[in-house]
T-cell receptor, first 112, second 113 residues
Framework: DGGITQSPKYLFRKEGQNVTLSCEQNLNHDAMYWYRQDPGQGLRLIYYSQIVNDFQKGDIAEGYSVSREKKESFPLTVTSAQKNPTAFYLC???????????FGPGTRLTVT | LAKTTQPISMDSYEGQEVNITCSHNNIATNDYITWYQQFPSQGPRFIIQGYKTKVTNEVASLFIPADRKSSTLSLPRVSLSDTAVYYCLVGEGITGGGNKLTFGTGTQLKVEL
C-alpha cells in the first residue's frame, strides 16, 4: 500500500458471476502484477503488464482476464471459468529496471 | 526460473538473532536475490536485495557466498512484531522492463517472549 489502492477489501460473489477487482497506483510505475494467494501458500502470478496496452500471462492465467488502458490502472476480472476463485488477490507494481515490487493491501474474494 | 528452498518454519525468542537460509542451486547469472516479509492478510513487503557478498540495511543483512547457490537473511535482535512469513525470491533478469518473481511457500518465523 502507500500508493497502491485495491478495492474492495472484501468481496463476495455467487458462483457463475464474473467479478472485477480494482488496482490503482500513483507511483508512476510502469509494471503492474496480479497475484493470487491461497491459505498457507505462497503467491502465484496471474498476469503482469510491463507497459500500457500490453500484458502477459503468468503461471495461472486460466479463468482470469486483465486490461491495461491506463498506466495507473490494472483491473483483474475473475471469470466464471475460474474453477476455484476464492482466494486473496494481491496487486503489485515495480519501476522500470527495478526488482523491488510494491504490494497493495489485497482483496479477499469469496465465491459461494 | 531458479527454484528456491527454505525452511517451512522457525521459532525464536525476543532479542535473539535469526538466520534464515535459502537454497537456489540454479540461480542464473543475471538473477538477484530478494527477501520479502508478509504479515497475515497483508501484501508482502520488501526487506532486502542483493547480488553477491553482503548487503546490510536498517532492518536486516543478506549474506551471499561466492557461488551464489544459497543466501542467508539475518534479522538482528528480533521482536514479537517480526513474527511473519519470510520469502526468498530469485528474480529473472530484466528484459524490457518488468520482473517476474516466483514466491515459494516461505518460512514462517514465530518469535516468542
Amino acid at each position: 500500500d502507500g500508493g497502491i489502492t485495491q478495492s474492495p477489501k472484501y468481496l463476495f460473489r455467487k458462483e457463475g458471476q464474473n467479478v472485477t477487482l480494482s488496482c490503482e497506483q500513483n507511483l508512476n510505475h510502469d509494471a503492474m502484477y496480479w497475484y493470487r494467494q491461497d491459505p498457507g501458500q505462497g503467491l502465484r502470478l496471474i498476469y503482469y503488464s510491463q507497459i500500457v496496452n500490453d500484458f502477459q500471462k503468468g503461471d495461472i492465467a486460466e479463468g482470469y482476464s486483465v486490461s491495461r488502458e491506463k498506466k495507473e490502472s490494472f483491473p483483474l476480472t475473475v471469470t466464471s471459468a475460474q474453477k476455484n476463485p476464492t482466494a486473496f488477490y494481491l496487486c503489485a507494481t515495480s519501476g522500470t529496471g527495478a526488482y523491488e515490487q510494491y504490494f497493495g493491501p489485497g482483496t479477499r474474494l469469496t465465491v459461494t | 526460473l531458479a527454484k528456491t528452498t527454505q525452511p517451512i518454519s522457525m521459532d525464536s525468542y525476543e532479542g535473539q538473532e535469526v538466520n534464515i537460509t535459502c537454497s537456489h542451486n540454479n540461480i542464473a547469472t543475471n538473477d538477484y536475490i530478494t527477501w520479502y516479509q508478509q504479515f497475515p492478510s497483508q501484501g508482502p513487503r520488501f526487506i532486502i536485495q542483493g547480488y553477491k557478498t553482503k548487503v546490510t540495511n536498517e532492518v536486516a543483512s543478506l549474506f551471499i557466498p561466492a557461488d551464489r547457490k544459497s543466501s542467508t537473511l539475518s534479522l538482528p535482535r528480533v521482536s514479537l512484531s517480526d513474527t511473519a512469513v519470510y520469502y526468498c525470491l530469485v528474480g529473472e533478469g530484466i528484459t524490457g522492463g518488468g520482473n517476474k518473481l516466483t514466491f515459494g511457500t516461505g518460512t514462517q518465523l514465530k518469535v516468542e517472549l
